[in-house]
């Protein structure tokens, strides 16, 4: 693993190795120090080390690291896909038959559903409630990242937690409670209006290099591939 830094023009500034508190620090001391007091937000995953890492840059990291809703999206993708797998099982044979057939609708958003994929679903919620329900709860959530309008969506969080916790649904319960510790990064994304698109773009681009040069031979190598592809790098000759 390698940890990649980049700026929010998809420009990779940083590249270093591991993915710990260490080599988020290792990235973060290659940047000069203009770019470190012109920094504005970090967006991250979720991960304890880099949040750690950025609470030691910076004494006011929790007013600046902003959690991708991406990894809250996939969070809540997976927990609706492991409700409808332990519901399944209770179905009839036929009806499992067609669960089965249209276990990708539910991962999908509702407004890319066409209408008679969303007929075969509404005739299997009374036998998949749970699935159902969570189904919901990770539409409602979407609703509520994406909503026009800034301004009271900490308390709309707080609506959708406490009423995923009254659903009593174990593995949508998890996901409610990771959003409940991690609320004050989700709300600093929404606020600043970033995402890791770019940086997830990149990380398939270099996925995509590994492939293309069929490994390399050390981990400098991969890093110096990644700074010379990624790194938007000044080619021209200056005498």
């Given at each position: 693993?390698?940890?990649?830094?980049?700026?929010?023009?998809?420009?990779?500034?940083?590249?270093?190795?591991?993915?710990?508190?260490?080599?988020?620090?290792?990235?973060?001391?290659?940047?000069?120090?203009?770019?470190?007091?012109?920094?504005?937000?970090?967006?991250?995953?979720?991960?304890?080390?880099?949040?750690?890492?950025?609470?030691?840059?910076?004494?006011?990291?929790?007013?600046?690291?902003?959690?991708?809703?991406f990894?809250?999206?996939?969070?809540?993708?997976?927990?609706?896909?492991?409700?409808r797998?332990?519901?399944?099982?209770?179905?009839?044979?036929?009806?499992?038959?067609?669960?089965?057939?249209?276990?990708?609708?539910w991962?999908?958003?509702?407004?890319?559903?066409?209408?008679?994929?969303?007929e075969?679903?509404?005739?299997?919620?009374?036998?998949?409630?749970?699935?159902?329900?969570?189904?919901?709860?990770?539409?409602?959530?979407?609703?509520?990242?994406?909503?026009?309008c800034?301004?009271?969506t900490?308390?709309r969080?707080?609506?959708?937690?406490?009423?995923?916790?009254?659903?009593?649904?174990?593995?949508?319960?998890?996901?409610?409670?990771?959003?409940?510790?991690?609320?004050?990064?989700?709300?600093?994304?929404?606020?600043?209006?970033?995402?890791n698109?770019?940086?997830?773009?990149?990380?398939?681009?270099?996925?995509?290099?590994?492939?293309?040069?069929?490994?390399?031979?050390?981990?400098?190598?991969?890093?110096?591939a990644?700074?010379?592809?990624f790194?938007?790098?000044?080619?021209?000759?200056?005498?």
């Open positions: 693993y390698v940890t990649v830094l980049s700026n929010s023009q998809g420009q990779v500034l940083a590249v270093s190795d591991g993915r710990s508190k260490a080599s988020f620090n290792a990235c973060f001391e290659q940047l000069p120090s203009y770019k470190k007091s012109k920094t504005k937000t970090i967006c991250m995953d979720m991960s304890p080390a880099y949040i750690s890492a950025a609470k030691a840059a910076f004494p006011d990291a929790e007013k600046r690291i902003a959690f991708d809703h990894h809250i999206a996939k969070l809540l993708t997976e927990a609706v896909n492991a409700i797998k332990d519901e399944i099982y209770r179905l009839s044979p036929s009806m499992r038959q067609e669960a089965h057939r249209t276990r990708f609708f991962l999908k958003q509702r407004h890319n559903l066409p209408a008679h994929s969303q075969r679903l509404n005739k299997l919620v009374p036998s998949l409630m749970d699935t159902a329900l969570a189904w919901y709860f990770k539409e409602q959530a979407r609703d509520i990242w994406y909503g026009n800034v301004r009271g900490k308390q969080w707080l609506e959708w937690i406490a009423l995923v916790k009254a659903s009593n649904i174990k593995a949508l319960i998890s996901v409610a409670e990771t959003v409940e510790s991690k609320l004050w990064g989700i709300l600093n994304a929404m606020r600043f209006g970033v995402s698109g770019l940086a997830e773009a990149i990380n398939s681009q270099i996925r995509l290099l590994r492939v293309k040069a069929m490994g390399y031979r050390n981990t400098e190598r991969f890093k110096r990644i700074l010379f592809h790194g938007k790098l000044d080619m021209r000759f200056h005498h």
